[in-house]
């Protein structure tokens, strides 16, 4: 069974972080990129980060760079997402996913059923 957990979400004030955390199970996690997306009522589903399957690679979203943080750790088949400098326009529920071709395109395969960031003003 193909499982992505997505834990840490909750509610901060502008300008606090928190550190999201993406356990994976039931594939090879070493073969595949991971992504975090986000999407806010209403809105389009934003592609913010991924991370390749070894880590020598690492995308980030222009809202997000210099902010957000993406990692893996491939011996507890984690990946996590550290963000800093919140604003209130980063609510949003949070998501991981996996990809087989390696964040190329952000082609994703699997997917998590997302925590819920909320940042306040």
Do not use: H
Not at 30 to 44: H, L, M, S, T, V
Not at 75 to 100: F, G, H, I, R, W
């Amino acid at each position: 069974e193909v499982q992505l957990v997505e834990f840490g979400g909750g509610l901060v004030q502008a300008g606090g972080s928190l550190r999201l955390s993406c356990a994976a199970s039931g594939f090879i996690f070493d073969d595949y990129g991971i992504g975090w997306f986000r999407q806010a009522p209403g809105k389009e589903r934003e592609g913010i980060s991924c991370i390749s399957s070894s880590a020598n690679s690492t995308y980030y979203a222009d809202s997000v760079k210099g902010r957000f943080t993406i990692s893996r750790d491939n011996v507890k088949n984690t990946v996590y997402l550290q963000m800093n400098s919140l604003k209130p326009e980063d609510t949003a529920v949070y998501y991981c996913a996996a990809d087989k071709i390696d964040c190329l395109g952000y082609g994703m395969d699997y997917w998590g059923k997302g925590t819920l960031v909320t940042v306040s003003s």
